[in-house]
C-alpha cells in the first residue's frame, strides 16, 4: 500500500504488520510520555532523586546515549576527514543513531531540570567556566549538524526525491557534507570531552576529580575518546541487529570490520590511559584529599559499588572487546564480534554510571554514610521512552529511505515484474521510474 | 509558482531576519521569562513598616524575653530579647517558632461545642455568651446540689495571675480539688520544706559555681531555664568550670560535660549517698556549717558511714570506688561546688529522699544560701489580693478531702498530687468527680499512664478546656473556650525555674487576636460574675487586665514598661537567719515524718523475665513534651536517629541488640507492663548495655498532620510509681522488651 | 598605615562556630527557616529531602560504651572561595544562577535565573545546597510570617544559606542613609549567629582584625585561608575549597573528623 514510499531495489514486510509492530512501540512510547507528562506538571517529586543524588538515572541516560551516538561523529570523521570510503555504507545509519542519540538527550534534558521553561537561560547567561554551557553550546550546535546530515536522507526518500527542488538540494548538501562532518567531529570532541568534564572539575568530589591538562581534566580526554571507541560498537549492534530484526544483511563484511578494527584500536588504547589515569587518581589525586582506593568502594560482599565495578568496566567490559576487535579473528567470528560490541556498549555505560552515580554515593564528610538510590518507575518510563522513539525512528527510516547503500546489492529482487504487481497504478509508476533509472545508465 | 532555491532561501532568511526586527520574539521571549519566574501560586510577602513589639515567652517556664518583629501589623519573627537577664538575645529552638503556634493549624477558633462521641473531633461553633452560659449553668447545678467539691482543675501553673484566678474561683465555688502540671520543683520545694523550714523555692547559683555535679539533670536537654542554662555552659567552657554529668545515657549535657560517669539507672541517690560518705569520712565538709548550723548530724552521720560505704555504692551503682572516691574529692576541694538533680528537663518530680541526698552533698559543703550553690528562694506574695468571703457552700466544699489525696495524713506535705488523679477518679471512694477545666495543660497527653488518665477522662461527665489548640485534651472535652495564644495575650509570669532571685516577666500581646478567642482570666471572671453571690463577689474586677492592675498594684508600672521585674536586692539569708525548722538550723532528717536523705530504690512494674531490659526516656530540645508540642519547624529538626518515617527509635546498645537480634534500621515492637509501640532499632554506643532509650514528647494523636501520628508516646510506656513520703511521681523508667516486629 | 589599610580591604564574611559550647540544640536550623522563608512538610524524617540551610549533623567518635562521645556540628553554607573565587558550586553552574561577590566573599544564589539542573548540588561536597522538590506550602495562616526581605522559592530551583545576605543590604542601607561608608561588627549578623542560646557561633569579616571572628582562628590568607589556632578547623581542608566556616573544638578527634585522612596520616 505504501510501496510508492518504499526506496527501489529493496523490499519491505506489508504494511499491516509494519503498522502493528509500530503500535506496540508506541504503547511504550505512550507509557514514557504519560511519566513526561507527570513530571512536567507535578515537578521532580516524581522522582527517586534527592538532595544526595542530584544527578541520578536521567544524566547517566544522557551521557549515556550521547557516548552510544559517538559513532555518528566517528564515522564521519573516519569517512570525510581521514578517507575511509567504505565507511559511506554505514555513515547513514550512523547519522540516525546519532540524531536518534542526540535528540533522546535533549528531551531527557529537557525532562531532567527544575523549570524546563527556563531552559534556554543556558543560552542567555551562560557561565563560561561551566563545563554543562559548553555542553549545552556544542550539543545544540551538533544537533544541528546532525540536522543537517540527517535531512538528505530524508530528501533522499523516492517521492520526496522527485520533486527537484529536494532533489537538487540533497545533492547539494551531500557535496558540502564533508564541511559538516569535520564540524561535527570538532564540536564532539568538545561537548563529549565536556561531559567527562562535568565529573572531572569537581574538586569537593575526591571520587570523580581528576588533575588538569590546562582547564580541561584528564576525563575529559577519556570520555570523548571512549565515544570515538565505544559509539562505532554501538553503530555496529544496532546494524547488526536491524539486520537480525529485517532477516537480511544490509551491510557488507568488510565495512563492519573496518569499523570494528579502528574501533578495537581507539578501545585498546583508551583503556591503556584509562589504566594509567586510574593509576594515578588512585595513587597521587586521591590520597591528597585523604581518600584511598578502597574508600571509593563498599568493602562489604554483594554491594553494588564493590570493587567488583572497577574491574568489570576496565577489563571485562573493556580490555576484553579491545583485544577481541583488534584481532581478525575475533571480528570475523559473529559470536566473537557480538560479545565484542555488547560488552563495548555496556562498558561505555558503566563507565558513564560509575563517573555520575558512584561520584554522588561516596561519602565525603566523614561525618556521612554513603548513599544509595534506585530510580522512580517514572524515571525508568521516561529513559525507554527515547529507546521507543528511536525505534520508532529507525523503523519508519529503514523502511522508507536508502539508509543502507549496499542493501539492494546484497538482497537482489529475482523478479523485478512481481515485485510490482500488487497495485497496478503504483506498478506502472514503478515500472517507469525504474525504466527511467535505467536510462541514463545505458546512456 | 516555481519555488526555486534561491527563492526559497531568500523568503526564509527574510522572514526570520524580518520578525527578529520585529518586538514580537524578544517579547515573547522575556514574557516566558518573567512567566516562568513567578508562578502565581509562590507567595510574595506584602512589604510594610518595621518595628518591634516586646513580650516573654510561655512556652516553658524558662521566662526568656522576646522581640518579635513585625511588618505591618503582622509578626514574622521571634527573637531573644538582647540585655534580658535571662537570655540576652538568645532564645531557643521552641521559642523561635512560637509564630507557628500562632497562625498554625492547630488553633481553635472559636468557642466549640462536642456534638458526636468524646474524641471523634465533631465540633458545632457557638457564640461565646452560648458557651459561656452552659459552662455557668453547669457548675450552678452542681453548686446547687451542693456537689461543688466535684468539680476539679487542672492548672499548666501553679504561679502567676491567671492560675491565681483560677484557685480563688475554685475556693469561692467550693472544691479543693485544684491541681497543677508536677515538675521537680515540687520535690526540691519539699525538701527545703523539710531540711530550712521554710516555704521557699530552689534557685542555683550556677553561673557562679566552679564545680558543677549533676546527678541525671539535662542540663542543655531543657532542665531549669533553657537558655540561661546554655549561656552558663557556655560560660563554664570558657572559665574552665568541670562539670561531671552522672546518668545512664550519653546525653548532650554529658557529651559537653567534663566527665560523664555512667550509672546504673535510678541509683543516683546512692552515688550521692556515697559521696556524702567519703566527705564525712575523710572530714573534707564545711566545719563551720556543720557544727554550727544543723541538727541531726550525729545521728544521720552513723547511717551514712555504715550504709554507704564505696563497695556498697559500686555495687548498687555500677560506678567504680576510684571514680567515687575521685569525684568526692574534687567536689569538695572546689571553691564553690554545686550539686543538681532533676533528670532530663526535670518534668518527673522524683524521689523525696534522693533530692534529699543531693542537698546534703551541698550542705556537707557548705553550698546552701552561697555563692556558687543553691539559694532557697523564698515565696513572697508579690501580688495583693483582695480578701473574699467564703459562704457555706464554699466552706464545706473546700473541707473534703482532695481527690488527688494531696494534703491527707498519708502525704501531709503535697499540695496537688496529679499522678493520683485518675486512680482517684476511677476509684470515685469518697464521691466521684462530675466536671474538669483544664487550663495551660494537656493531662491526657502528658501525665503518665496515660490510658489510665484518658480512663479516668471518660468517667467525667462535664470537660472544658481553655486550650488554644486542638490537642489531646481538648479532642476529649465536652467544651473547648479557646485562650489567646501567649502573643495575643497579657500576663505576669512569675519565673520558677531555679533563678537565683525572684523575677516576673511579662507577657504582652503582639498582634490582636486573630480569631474569636478570650483571655482566660476574662473568662473566670465572666464566670463567676455569672455565679453570682459570693463566687461573684471574689472577682470585682471588670476584666483580666484591670484584675492584674490592680493586683500588681506598685509593680504594674515597672511591668508594663520595662516587661519584666527582678528583685535586685534580694540577697539569700545568711546561715543565721535561713533556717525556720523546729531547731532553727538546717535539719538532715524529719525522724517523725521518717524522711531522710537515702537511696530508696523505685520497685519497677513488671517480672524482670518477662522484661529484662530497662527502658528510660530523654529529653531533647527538639521534642517538647508539656502543654505545647512541637511546630512543624521543630519536628523538622528531629534526626532521622529519632523519628524515621512515622516510627520512633529505640536507642539500644548494639551489644544488647546483638544479643537480641535487633539489626540496626529494623523494625521492633517494644512493650512494657503498660503498653507497647512499633519502633525502629537505632544502635546507640552512648547507652549502657541493658538500658534501652525512647525520646519524650512524640506519639502525638491530635495536632495537625505534621506532629500526629508520629512515634509513640512515652506516657503510654509508663506509669507513676508514688513516693512514699511526697506522694509524687518518682518513676524514672519502667521494665521492657524487645522482640523483632 | 597598614592598619588602615586592613579596615578599607574587601570584606571576607565569616562564620567560627565553637563546638565545645554547641549544645546541638537546633535553634540555629528554626531560626535560619524563621528569617529566610524555609518550606517544611509532613515527613521529614528523610533528611535527604529535607530543605534545610543550616543543618546539624551529629558526630561520634566510633567507640563503643562507655568511651563513645558525639558532638553536634552545626554546618551552614561554607561559602568556599575556591581558588580565587572559583568555589566548587560557583564554576559549575552553567546559567550563572550563584556568583562569588568578592567584596564581601558571600557566595550568592538567584532563585529566578536558576532552572534546576543541580550541577551545584552535585558539586558541593558539603552538602549545602538543597533542591526544591515539591512547591513550598504554607498551611493555615503561615503566609502571614513570611519574611518579606527574603524571596519565597518555587520548586524546581536551588536554594542554600545566603549568611542571611538581606540583612547585610539593610545594614547597609542604614549606613548609606546615615553616610556612612563602613558598617559596624554588630550590625550585620546572621540569624543563627543572633539566636544561638550558646553564644557558639560568631559571625564577622575575617580580614578585619578587630572583628572577633578573625581573632579566634586567625585566618592565614597566605595558605588559602588555614586557621593558625590549633584549636580551629575547616570542614574537608584538603579540598582547597577556601570554606568560610571555621570551627573550635578542644578535643582531638573532633578536630581529625573535619576532614578525611589516609591511615597515619597527621593533620
Redesign the interface.
Known sequence: MDSALIPKGVKRCPLPQFGAALMIVSAVLLWGVFAMLLVWFK???QTN???????ALWIWADLGVIALGGGAFFTGFLKYIVGKDELKNIINFAVLIGFICYSSALLILAI???????????F????V?????E??FCLSCYFGVLCIEYLPLVLENRQIDKVP?FH??SHNMHEVMAVFAATGAFLSFFHQGSLGG?AG??????FGFREHILIWPYSFFLFTWSAAACGPCFTIFATKLTEKIAGKKLVKDNVIELLAKISGWMLFTYIIAKIIDTIYWANVTA??????LM?FYISSPGSFYGIWILILEVGVCGLVPALILITDKGRKTPALLWTAIILASIGVLLNRWVMVLQ??AVP?????TW?MYFPSWQEIATTILPIAYGIILVMISYRYMPIFPQEAELNPIEEPETAVTQDTEAGEEAKQAQEAELAPAKG | MK???RS?LALTIGGAAGTALTPLPWKL?DD??I???NWPWTPVPAKGENSYAYTSCTLCPGGCGLMVRMVGDRAVKIEGLEGHPINDGGICILGLSGLQLLYGATRVKTPLKRIGKRGEGRWEKISWDEALANVTAKLGQLRDANQSHTVACILGSKHGTTSTLFKRFMTAYGSPNVMTTPSVQDTLEMTLQVMHGVEAEAGFDIENSDYILSFGSGLIEGWGSPVRMFRANSAWRENGVKVVQVEPRLSSTAAKSDQWIPINPGTEAALAMGIAHILIKESLFDNDFIENHTEGFAGWKKMVLDEYTPEKVAAITGVGKTAIVRVAREFAGADKPLALCGRGCGDTPGSLAEAMAVHTVNALVGSINREGGVIAVPMTAYAAWPDMTMDSMAQSGMVKSRVDGAGSDKFPMAASLLNRFAGGVIAADAYPVNALLVSGANPVYATPDAQAFKKAVEKIPFVVSFSSYMDETSMNADFILPNHVYLERLEDVPVTAGLQKPMIGMVQPVVYPLHDTRHAGDVVIELARSMGGSVGDAFPWDNYEACLEAVLGEKWDALSEEGIWQDENFQPAEWGEAFETASGKFEFMNSAMGLMPSYVPLSLEGNASTFPLLLIPFDSMRLASRFISDPPFVIKTVEDTVLKGKEMCVEINPATAKSLGLANGKSAVLSTPKGGARVKIYHYDGIMPGVIAVPRGLGHTADDKYMAGKGANFNALIGPVEDRASGLDTAWGIRAKLAKA | MKEAQGHNKTKKFGMVIDLDKCTGCGACMVACMAENNVSFREDES?K???TAWMRV????NGKPFPDADVCY?PRPCMHCE?HGG?S?C????????TDYDNNTGIVSQIYT???????C???????A???????PVWPADMEKMLNPDVSVR?????EKCSFCYHRYQRAMEKAHYEERHEIEEDEYQTSCTQACPAGAITFGDLNNPDHTVNQLVKPDNRHGGRPKNPQAFR??E????NPKVYYLSSREWVIR???????N?NH
Open positions: 515537578g521532580l517529586n532523586m534527592n538532595n544526595a543524588y542530584g544527578f531532567d531540570i527544575g523549570q524546563p521553561l527556563r531552559g534556554w537561560f543556558i542567555w547567561h551562560a557561565n567556566h561551566s563545563m554543562l554551557t555542553v549545552a527542488f537538487n538540494l562535568v572539575v569537581m574538586f569537593g568530589r575526591p590520597p591528597a584529599m585523604g581518600f584511598t574508600d561520584v554522588l565525603v564528610l566523614t561525618f556521612e548513599n | 519555488i526555486d532555491r526559497f521571549t516566558s521569562s512567566w516562568s519566574q | 528523610d535527604q529531602l529535607s549533623y551529629k558526630m561520634t556540628i575556591g572559583h566548587p560557583v564554576s559549575v553552574c552553567p546559567a550563572t544562577a535565573r536558576c532552572f534546576g539542573c543541580r550541577y548540588l552535585a558539586a558541593c561536597p558539603y552538602h545546597r538543597v533542591f526544591n522538590w515539591w512547591d518555587m520548586r524546581g530551583v536551588v570542614l574537608l584538603r579540598l582547597g575549597t573528623a573535619g576532614d578525611n585522612y589516609v591511615k596520616e
